[in-house]
């Protein structure tokens, strides 16, 4: 089977860890040997690569064409306004790629089918192009662009369109396949084929070496993600004054950080919190298995990797009762959920897992029940009946809008 990846959310030369989770998905649908892929992967045109630019002039530096762990990746430009074109996004997302997607015909005797990933604008770019081109889409749905965007009447109206387009849906956790069929998608579309995780990345560690390299001593809390509000960072710095003992770590970068870190100074903990940007995925094994819990605080997820990244390294979790979480902590020996999504609901659900902290070495064999092959193999099921399954277009007469 020949595919075409396509997301904005891919990791580039400039920003490795960007949307790191697709690619990782990618690569083990790729050691089947069943699948070749090539990856479109557009980002945001911008015309300086002048560092006073920020993340802008970072995008800008980002290569037309790349190879990522034996992958191909090209990422074409397309226009993106700031603030004022979530509307027409999917349709200057799709000018701006077609070409490149069209490009893989020429290049590589055709393809099989468009596998994309984020519904709002990739979703229904890919849709979009589908049409044109003739292709079946499959689109992945992964958290926010399900649980978030359909609030705002385009993006709805166009996700359902793009729903209705595509051969398949897949969904990342049982909770996005729900709130897509409250949207008013086709649940018998949708298959649940969620995240794994690399057990072999992510390990226990020897501890008291960790540690003693680390500088970490007492309770270590720990909090991976980026630095946003939705994230709720915050109730973890809130929460910290009831652990005088202990300290928190955390991982990640966003705009937030000047914020959380005068909160800390007003809390008076700042001597307690340490904040240390975004890190490869190879070192954060040794943070999750230093630490004593990881705490993730959000107000939506669809199936956030990071708690079962720490699982695998034996670090058990607390965790908001969001989106797909309850999915991944479902057994005392993976963590504990809050009551409330609040600093005071953090409080207690980290003194409820210290009351009974389970053994480290069940929290990793938890962990390890969550690997990539039932996900692959269910791709490879998914995308083998799409393309034995097509037809003539089925965008005889729709309009993405």
């Not at 089947?32 to 802008?56: C, L, N």
């Not at 790629?97 to 290049?107: F, I, L, N, W």
């Not at 501890?207 to 946003?228: H, Y």
């Not at 079962?308 to 908001?320: F, I, N």
């Amino acid at each position: 089977m020949r595919i075409v990846t396509f997301s904005t959310l891919y990791p580039n030369a400039a920003r490795p860890g960007h949307g790191i989770f697709v690619e990782t998905r990618l690569r083990h649908l790729l050691e089947s040997g069943r699948v070749e892929a090539r990856v479109v992967a557009p980002v945001p045109w911008f015309p300086s690569v002048d560092p006073r630019f920020g993340r802008y002039a970072a995008l800008a530096r980002v290569p037309r064409e790349e190879r990522r762990h034996g992958i191909q990746v090209v990422h074409p430009r397309y226009l993106s306004v700031p603030k004022v074109g979530m509307s027409v996004a999917p349709l200057l997302l799709a000018a701006g790629a077609r070409t490149a997607v069209a490009g893989v015909t020429q290049r590589d005797n055709d393809f099989d089918l468009i596998d994309a990933h984020y519904f709002y604008p990739d979703g229904v770019a890919a849709a979009i192009m589908g049409c044109n081109l003739n292709k079946p889409v499959v689109i992945t749905a992964r958290g926010s662009d399900v649980n978030l965007l359909p609030q705002f009447a385009v993006p709805r109206r166009m996700i359902l369109w793009a729903a209705r387009r595509a051969a398949a849906l897949v969904t990342v956790s049982a909770a996005l396949k729900t709130a897509l069929t409250q949207l008013g998608v086709d649940g018998g579309k949708i298959s649940v084929l969620r995240n794994g995780v690399n057990t072999r990345l992510f390990h226990p560690v020897d501890r008291a070496l960790e540690r003693a390299r680390l500088g970490l001593t007492a309770t270590v809390l720990l909090t991976v993600g980026n630095l946003v509000a939705n994230k709720g960072h915050d109730l973890v710095l809130q929460a910290l004054p009831d652990f005088p003992d202990a300290c928190l770590l955390v991982i990640g970068e966003g705009g937030e950080e000047r914020k959380l870190k005068d909160l800390a100074r007003t809390l008076g903990i700042q001597e307690r919190v340490r904040f240390l940007g975004v890190m490869p995925q190879e070192q954060l094994a040794a943070y999750y298995g230093a630490a004593d819990a990881l705490v993730l605080a959000s107000s939506r997820e669809g199936w956030p990797n990071v708690l079962l990244e720490a699982m695998a390294c034996g670090t058990p979790v607390v965790s908001a009762r969001v989106g797909g979480t309850p999915e991944i902590v479902a057994a005392p020996e993976a963590g504990v959920l809050m009551a409330e999504r609040s600093a005071r609901g953090v409080v207690e659900a980290l003194r409820q897992l210290m009351r009974n902290y389970p053994d480290r070495s069940l929290t990793r064999r938890y962990a390890e029940r969550f690997g990539w092959r039932d996900t692959t193999q269910g791709q490879l099921d998914l995308f083998s009946r799409v393309i034995g399954a097509r037809g003539g277009s089925v965008c005889q007469g729709e309009r993405a809008a």
